[in-house]
């Protein structure tokens, strides 16, 4: 069968595609989405009465549906950072809590801005030794903002106060970030604050940045007390931030919370379809996690379900840089409902895994069915999917072409950018001629995969270390360095 774009809507999966070499287990009563059938196990089988072209045409289907990567865009960090903290603290992560993009999407990459509001799209690869296997990456990259020139901002933050945030790097953490925060915010900006323990308290309603000591003031009524009613504090928090909204600006409630739900309606359905209603409204989320125990899974599908992002921290250095330098220059949005497609040349790739992004995948057909959620991406975001690519031995030309689309935040007119990889174009030794940027994004994977289920391109935890050790001075980024120490703490753990 010859190799075709299948109506465009192929090119950006390839970009966000590696994590799909091994997938964690559901827990009860997760609400994910069942992982996508592999690639070439078709689900029906010929039976006698089928017709032999009928059969052809489903194989045909099948073998087309099997080139065709397509998952919405994520930019959430959380599961690095808890399992960051972690691994510091002598623990191994929970296997279940680590997502394999957010490790490496909390990485620096090198990716050209685009001069407009769209995506820049890149792709690069390289083989890996010895074999006729290769990773692929597929890189976006949105333009980042001028501060001065940004819409004003509605913020409505809603604070967990209940008894377990008592613990040192909860509570206290979060209100200093907080009073930082007030003093960056612009003269148009608005915040609202909504507490949350046994019930809910509204300490501010929507307040302009020019009444900074009210604010600074409700930030001082923050009090520990009571269990941990999630709901209430995510409806008084959405009713606040409807109540105040404004269309020429840009609306988000911020839930900052360990994410232990114990009281009110804690079944995640129901909070997840409020937030997903109010997401509709173009109110969008952002959690912040804190805490060392920590509800990693609702914290992260709140946020997808609410339009948003989930990140944690675990130091005031951390939250500082949260609340001060990136929450400032991304308030605003680039791009809704984002969605990436790679389609693979079946003449030249044998199979493909991509990794990561396990909850994110959505069916090929909904590339372009506009009404089908994506991901919500803020200017100088950069979202990098890494695949494993098995290639035919001696084949050449074209690998894959990856899409993005996505949509105008305003408008809601549809876009879409694509890049293509060939053969030619992949490095011929990933540790030899690979850029450092591909490498370091290799070994963050590749790790993150070990802590869940050993699987890491054949990788151990020693030879992991040597090439982040390696890395760390070349890129001299103070994160590389400190994935050395983190693959050295898992050592000794191990």
């Known amino acids: 069968m010859k190799f075709r774009p299948l109506a465009a809507s192929i090119g950006l999966v390839a970009l966000l595609g590696?994590?799909?070499?091994?997938?964690?287990?559901?827990?009860?009563?997760?609400?994910?989405?069942?992982?996508?059938?592999?690639?070439?196990?078709?689900?029906?089988?010929?039976?006698?009465?089928?017709?032999?072209?009928?059969?052809?045409?489903?194989?045909?289907?099948?073998?087309?549906?099997?080139?065709?990567?397509?998952?919405?865009?994520?930019?959430?960090?959380?599961?690095?950072?808890?399992?960051?903290?972690?691994?510091?603290?002598?623990?191994?992560?929970?296997?279940?809590?680590?997502?394999?993009?957010?490790?490496?999407?909390?990485?620096?990459?090198?990716?050209?801005?685009?001069?407009?509001?769209?995506?820049?799209?890149?792709?690069?690869?390289?083989?890996?030794?010895?074999?006729?296997?290769?990773?692929?990456?597929?890189?976006?990259?949105?333009?980042?903002?001028d501060p001065a020139a940004r819409r004003p901002a509605n913020l409505t933050f809603v604070v967990d106060v209940s008894g377990s945030m008592a613990e040192p790097g909860r509570l206290d953490l979060v209100k200093a970030a907080l009073l930082k925060l007030l003093d960056q915010l612009a003269p148009g900006d608005q915040v609202s604050i909504v507490s949350f323990s046994d019930d809910a308290d509204v300490l501010a309603r929507m307040t302009p940045l020019t009444a900074r000591d009210e604010l600074r003031a409700a930030v001082g009524e923050l009090a520990i007390g009571g269990g941990t009613d999630l709901e209430s504090g995510l409806v008084a928090g959405y009713q606040e931030a409807a109540k105040a909204y404004r269309p020429a600006a840009t609306?988000?409630?911020?839930?900052?919370?360990?994410?232990?739900?114990?009281?009110?309606?804690?079944?995640?359905?129901?909070l997840l379809d409020r937030v997903k209603d109010y997401a509709g409204r173009q109110i969008t989320l952002l959690t912040v996690g804190v805490g060392r125990e920590y509800g990693d899974e609702l914290m992260e599908q709140l946020a997808d379900n609410g339009d948003g992002m989930a990140v944690y921290v675990s130091t005031q250095e951390e939250a500082d840089k949260l609340f001060t330098t990136q929450l400032p220059a991304t308030i605003e949005l680039r791009a809704r409902d984002a969605k990436a497609q790679v389609v693979f040349n079946p003449s030249v790739v044998e199979s493909h895994r991509l990794i990561g992004y396990d909850n994110r995948t959505i069916a090929a057909e909904e590339f372009r069915d506009d009404a089908r959620d994506g991901g919500e991406i803020g200017p100088g975001h950069s979202v990098t999917a890494l695949y494993a690519v098995e290639l035919k031995p001696g084949a050449r030309g074209q690998v894959a072409q990856a899409t993005v689309r996505w949509q105008d935040p305003d408008t809601r007119e549809a876009s879409e950018a694509s890049e293509t990889l060939s053969s030619g174009d992949l490095a011929g030794d990933l540790w030899g001629e690979a850029s450092p940027r591909l490498q370091v994004n290799v070994v963050v994977a590749a790790f993150a995969l070990y802590l869940r289920d050993r699987k890491a391109f054949g990788m151990d935890l020693p030879e992991l270390a040597k090439h982040a050790g390696r890395l760390a001075p070349v890129t001299e980024d103070p994160m590389v360095s400190e994935l050395a120490t983190l693959i050295e703490k898992a050592r000794s753990i191990a």
């Open 251 to 270: 609306n988000r409630v911020i839930v900052l919370s360990d994410g232990l739900a114990n009281q009110g309606d804690t079944q995640w359905r129901s």
């Open 18 to 145: 590696l994590a799909a070499c091994g997938g964690g287990g559901a827990t009860s009563g997760d609400t994910r989405p069942a992982p996508a059938r592999q690639p070439g196990v078709p689900e029906s089988r010929m039976t006698a009465t089928t017709a032999p072209d009928e059969q052809n045409e489903r194989d045909e289907q099948e073998t087309t549906t099997a080139q065709i990567s397509t998952f919405a865009l994520d930019v959430d960090t959380a599961s690095y950072g808890y399992a960051r903290r972690a691994l510091e603290e002598g623990r191994w992560p929970a296997p279940a809590e680590i997502r394999p993009e957010e490790w490496v999407n909390a990485f620096r990459q090198d990716y050209a801005q685009p001069s407009d509001d769209g995506f820049t799209v890149h792709m690069d690869g390289a083989m890996l030794p010895g074999r006729d296997e290769a990773v692929m990456r597929v890189g976006l990259q949105t333009r980042a903002s």
